[in-house]
């Protein structure tokens, strides 16, 4: 065997399926051996630790344009430090196609604002707020072919909503070009008339915003979601699921044998509606987020989802504003009505430690669960398996060594994000990379962050095979 560059000896390797004790040996950057009693120009002892494929986060929001003047903290260069301090060695932003803009204009734009800043890789996924006959017959299938095989499509949102009939036409798309839609399902009309009802009364606090889309909105668009994918026979991932309604709907297809795909994130798993505040004070802005978090037994029946199989993602929906800030969660000022507060929280490097101290640790899902939901699962489904997602031979050297014997209370000023707040500040958790590599280099170690800005390498999504339709012999009319 060649000289191995890097060896990380002794711990307890784990991915989706399986668990060893060996060895780990890198050369030029990928994992080339899984085996006992190693040799390499360079060890890192790992005995007693487990050793782990570097986080996915497919779904997380850096530096996206927003169109209500606001800016987003993270760029492509504090996002991925940020990520890669928490674990995560790969990132699927997403380039943001503005209605009455081209979605190649926006793919440019996205690699302009990421040009020489990524610590880590990353892919892009794309938003199609305006699906034009321009769109939908050349830039679509274009931008596919180069590697964006993934889009996110809107039920809400006057900025980005889609009616059904365009989700229609996207999900046909998808079917003809074997991509992958995403699907925010949150009914626009419900709220929007909520949001009146409440303006009305004078019921303007961030906690409203929890009161504006309750769950029977999240409830009713996931299932015509399911419906119209259905129709179209085409497989969809129904993300950032908040609670009990819309699992019911998506197991409700499953069980039906649809391809529908879930994924839930930190927020609903650690936050609860009680978190946007009382009647006064703006404080609750900072965990406006879409969905809202919900209420404890919500909590729980998030957490069965993921153990049993609901949910295949679990991400961080990172979508960073600060929260003193003009240009952030107070950019109308403290005593705006709920509606103009920026959507989102930040999570992109608490993501794994949340779920590996609560979950793992704490015995809700076993380690195998936890590598799927957050890097094997997602690399696949994004059309970026095998070379990140797992651990093998061939396999970029993303890897995560875990010290799971900490007690960390957290706070914002450990974290490396640009947010000048965490929504999870006083939680004690168990367990935080020791180590993180990507692409073999050791880019985090024992609290320092080590490597240069734009080192991380964009990445061409493959067509998923989770993409296929069920009957792709069959044409839908
Ligand atoms: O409130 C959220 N989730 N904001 C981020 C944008 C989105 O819809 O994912
Ligand atoms: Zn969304
Ligand atoms: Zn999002």
Not at 16 to 42: F, N, P, S
Not at 243 to 250: F, L
Request: hydrophobic share 40%; proline share 5%; net charge negative.
């Amino acid at each position: 065997m060649t000289t191995l560059d890097l060896v990380i000896r002794g711990g307890t390797v784990a991915t989706a399926t399986d668990i060893m004790q060996c060895d780990l040996g890198i050369k030029d950057g990928r994992i080339v051996a899984l085996a006992e009693h190693l040799e390499g120009d360079r060890v890192i002892d790992a005995a007693g630790q487990w050793v782990l494929p570097g986080g996915v986060d497919a779904h997380c929001h850096l530096d996206q344009p927003m169109s209500d003047g606001s800016v987003m903290a993270d760029d492509f260069y504090t996002g991925t430090v940020s990520a890669a301090c928490g674990g995560t060695t790969t990132v699927i932003p997403f380039a943001c196609q503005m209605k009455g803009g081209s979605l190649k204009d926006a793919v440019a734009d996205y690699h302009q604002r990421a040009d020489g800043k990524p610590v880590i890789d990353y892919a892009f996924h794309l938003i199609v707020s305006d699906p034009t006959p321009e769109v939908l017959e050349t830039e679509l299938p274009q931008l596919i072919q180069m590697g964006y095989t993934s889009f996110k499509i809107y039920m809400t949102y006057d900025d980005l909503k889609l009616n059904d009939r365009q989700v229609l036409d996207i999900l046909a798309l998808a079917r003809q070009e074997q991509a992958f839609v995403m699907i925010h399902a949150e009914n626009a009309d419900c709220i929007g008339w909520m949001v009146q009802q409440l303006e009305r009364l004078g019921r303007l606090a961030p906690r409203y915003h929890a009161a504006s889309r309750p769950m029977l909105v999240e409830r009713e668009a996931t299932h015509r979601a399911i419906a119209l994918a259905e129709l179209v026979d085409v497989p969809i991932l129904i993300v950032h699921v908040s609670g009990a309604e819309a699992i019911e709907q998506i197991q409700w297809a499953q069980n039906r044998g649809l391809r529908i795909y879930g994924e839930t994130c930190p927020q609903y798993l650690f936050l609860t509606e009680e978190d946007l505040g009382g009647e006064h004070g703006f404080e609750g802005a900072k965990c406006i987020c879409s969905p809202p978090p919900r209420d404890k037994a919500n909590q729980q029946v998030v957490w069965d989802g993921l153990v049993n199989g609901v949910f295949q993602v679990f991400s961080s929906d990172h979508a960073p504003f600060r929260y003193a800030d003009p240009l952030g969660k107070q950019i109308q000022g403290t005593q705006a009505s709920f509606k103009y507060v920026p959507n989102g929280i930040p999570g992109i490097e608490t993501r794994l430690p949340l779920l590996f101290s609560e979950g793992v640790l704490q015995e809700r899902i076993d380690i195998n669960t936890f590598v799927a939901l957050t890097a094997t699962n997602p690399a696949k489904l994004y059309g970026l398996y095998p070379r990140k997602g797992t651990i093998a031979i061939g396999s970029d050297a993303d890897v995560v060594i875990w010290n799971t014997d900490q007690s960390i209370t957290l706070t914002n000023d450990r974290l490396h994000h640009n947010v000048d707040y965490t929504p999870y500040a006083g939680m004690t958790l168990q367990a935080w990379p020791e180590v993180v590599l990507s692409r073999g280099e050791v880019v985090y170690q024992q609290g320092q962050f080590t490597a240069a800005a734009g080192r991380g390498e964009f990445l061409a999504c493959d067509r998923p095979a989770y993409a296929k339709p069920y009957r792709r012999d069959r044409p839908v009319v």
